[in-house]
């Protein structure tokens, strides 16, 4: 931990990429107007946009604004299902691939449009068969595999939202969702296959629904044959109920306003946030800049690594693409396995035209070497993305010259799970980038940088990232928590919605996103609440007290530290720390793992008694220490450093 290097965040803003011309000739988007069309009325934009779905029936109105709550194309009707499958049945499409999916192990399979559509609507009476209605939560909790979009897109058809919970998070944090979204039917797998090895996830489900009295039925996709106990009547094998069920399923009818998904997020409380997303508005913003910023064509081979479990797959390997009629690859395994160029072999078996990924894999890639990709035919490529966290240029430029061999666009997303969609990102045929800054808000979209009273920086100035206006992908509340969507969102600045990120605004106006400014740790693109992995690490009988911040880590961006204070009479030991990382891993995931735990005599409060996270993050960055003089105890820092430098 001494040695930890801090990510270069050498910032240039003069330097600017121009699109190329053999790029931006072809483009989707070719003229710069677009940006001020879209100012001057961004309304009338995003009803162009949506007016590129399928809707049963026209809205009667495009925005309804009671701050905070806002409703997009009111009266509207459409069934993002149908969106995704049934309007690209009626011409050549139908034979299209829609998923090409690549095991761990090699395997292959290729579903068209048809395909998916004929077991999407098979599962789609599976679950009506249990009496899922329209509205009822159906929780899925499955590895990167062809079942988990089909099973999305399920729900979708029949209007029952569904909530996906990584794969990677423990019986814990799994019966967490389950209770809050009282979903009475799971859909999970045996197993999942990692490095060679298969993992259960059935055994969490079991672990995860002894406290969840809603749950009626669990339904097992066979992944890896491990040996899992099956309840009889509860527990249903998915190939043997989709055996017994005809396929050819009428969609519901949906309201614009109607919920598609529920997606679960750490906040600044240890209690995740239901981040509840609506149908029509939501599909409006993904199918739009899926097209516009990855410059979407029909016959590309789009690729986005990120796993279903996080709003990165539900907009951009689901419902954008899929709504777009693109030919999307799913991967289920690692990047490193067998080899360390499993990507780039993927790549070049697939011909993958556009890829998206994040800049902690990139960082991955750089360390593990050119020679890599450097042995594989990366010439199918045309767009790289970036996504999950800010790219430092050096990371860009790497991706820039390896992967994309100085050819390819390199669009940086910035978004949320709370946006939905992409709200800042250049757009490739006309807008210049600089590497490390995601450019500027989208057309429609009204993101600013503000000082701490709400007025916009002047140009050079940082402050905090807000978006002004409200736009067809938001969030639409904190499931069952009204309260806590006006108290996150929007009241730090009156009017505007607040992100948690810091930023900076350079004199082009261009966005450079520091990162978040409350207590969220982004790992690896991946959200951690401090309080989360607080309340797990108390609930040890070992620990009185604990803090917990993000330090910068030179492959994961940030890195999770604890400070913990003892319960009387227990003594600090090399097992206690292994103890309680484990601990962590086990209640909440391995990606709430701490890197290290230190032992604290004391933490350091102010004088009210606020644990002062700002000083724990100094110290674990080895900085110089700032202002010290509201601390309560000074002599607690001392203490400290001589344990931090112990370690
Ligand atoms: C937070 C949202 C939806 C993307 C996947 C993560 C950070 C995301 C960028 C970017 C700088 C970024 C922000 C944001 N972030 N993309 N391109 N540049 N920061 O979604 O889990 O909801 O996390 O990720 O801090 O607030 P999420």
Redesign the pocket.
């Known amino acids: 931990m001494n040695n930890a290097k801090t990510i270069s965040h050498y910032e240039d803003e003069e330097q600017l990429f121009f699109p190329d011309s053999s790029f931006s000739t072809r483009a989707n988007i070719q003229n710069t107007q677009i940006y001020d069309s879209a100012w001057v009325d961004y309304k009338n934009y995003w009803m162009g946009e949506a007016q590129k779905l399928h809707w049963f029936k026209p809205w009667d109105k495009v925005l309804e604004w009671h701050s905070p709550f806002a409703q997009w194309f009111v009266n509207g009707k459409l069934n993002a299902c149908y969106n995704c499958l049934d309007r690209h049945l009626e011409g050549w499409r139908r034979n299209k691939a829609a998923i090409i999916f690549e095991g761990e192990l090699g395997d292959r399979q290729v579903w068209t449009y048809q395909d998916l559509h004929r077991e999407v609507t098979r599962f789609a009476n599976v679950l009506r068969g249990m009496g899922v209605n329209k509205g009822d939560t159906v929780t899925i909790y499955l590895p990167m595999i062809p079942e988990a979009v089909i099973t999305m897109l399920a729900c979708a058809r029949i209007g029952a939202p569904h909530s996906v919970v990584f794969g990677g998070f423990s019986a814990g944090a799994l019966r967490d969702r389950i209770s809050d979204a009282e979903s009475r039917v799971i859909i999970t797998a045996d197993g999942c296959w990692r490095r060679g090895k298969a993992i259960p996830l059935k055994s969490n489900v079991d672990e995860a629904i002894s406290q969840c009295p809603t749950v009626e039925k669990v339904v097992v996709v066979q992944r890896t044959r491990v040996e899992v106990k099956m309840e009889p009547v509860r527990d249903v094998w998915y190939h043997e109920i989709m055996r017994k069920t005809p396929a050819g399923c009428q969609c519901e009818i949906m309201d614009a306003e109607d919920v598609l998904f529920i997606l679960y997020?750490?906040g600044t409380t240890g209690k995740p946030k239901g981040i509840v997303h609506t149908t029509g508005g939501y599909l409006t913003g993904v199918a739009s800049t899926h097209r516009n910023v990855f410059d979407l064509k029909e016959d590309d081979v789009y690729w986005c690594t990120?796993d279903i479990g996080?709003?990165?797959g539900h907009?951009y390997v689901v419902y954008g693409p899929l709504a777009n009629g693109a030919t999307i690859l799913i991967f289920e395994g690692a990047p490193d396995y067998p080899g360390k160029d499993r990507f780039w072999e993927i790549i070049e078996k697939y011909r993958v035209s556009i890829f998206y990924t994040?800049?902690t894999a990139i960082r991955m890639f750089m360390k593990w070497g050119e020679s890599w990709p450097q042995g594989r035919d990366l010439s199918s490529l045309r767009l790289l993305g970036?996504?999950?966290?800010?790219?430092n240029p050096e990371a860009w430029h790497w991706y820039h010259k390896n992967i994309g061999r100085g050819r390819c666009p390199v669009v940086?997303?910035?978004?949320?799970?709370?946006?939905g969609s992409?709200m800042?990102?250049p757009l490739p045929g006309i807008t210049p980038v600089k590497p490390g800054s995601?450019t500027k808000p989208l057309p429609g979209v009204f993101v600013d940088v503000v000082d701490e009273n709400g007025k916009p920086v002047v140009p050079g100035g940082s402050g905090y990232?807000v978006i002004k206006r409200p736009w067809p992908s938001m969030l639409r509340t904190v499931y069952k928590d009204p309260q806590r969507y006006i108290d996150t969102y929007w009241s730090r600045f009156a009017g505007m919605y607040f992100?948690?990120?810091g930023a900076k605004k350079d004199k082009h106006g261009y966005i450079w996103?520091?990162?978040?400014v409350d207590d969220?740790i982004?790992v690896s693109?991946?959200?951690i609440g401090s309080a989360e992995v607080e309340s797990a690490l108390v609930e040890h009988p070992a620990v009185a007290e604990a803090a917990v911040i993000g330090r910068s880590h030179e492959l994961k961006g940030q890195a999770v530290t604890a400070f913990v204070t003892l319960r009387e009479g227990v003594i600090w030991a090399t097992e206690l720390e292994d103890d309680l990382k484990n601990h962590v891993a086990k209640r909440i995931g391995g990606l709430a793992r701490p890197e290290e735990i230190i032992y604290a005599g004391e933490l350091p409060k102010t004088r009210s008694g606020k644990i002062m996270r700002r000083l724990l993050r100094d110290i674990a960055e080895g900085r110089v220490m700032g202002d010290i003089s509201t601390l309560a105890d000074p002599s607690v820092i001392s203490q400290l450093l001589e344990r931090k430098i112990a370690i």
């Open positions: 997020t750490s990120a996080w709003i990165t907009s994040a800049p970036s996504v999950g966290e800010p790219i940086d997303t910035w978004w949320q799970t709370e946006t992409i800042v990102a995601c990232l992100t948690g990120d996103v520091r990162g978040r969220i982004n693109g991946h959200r």
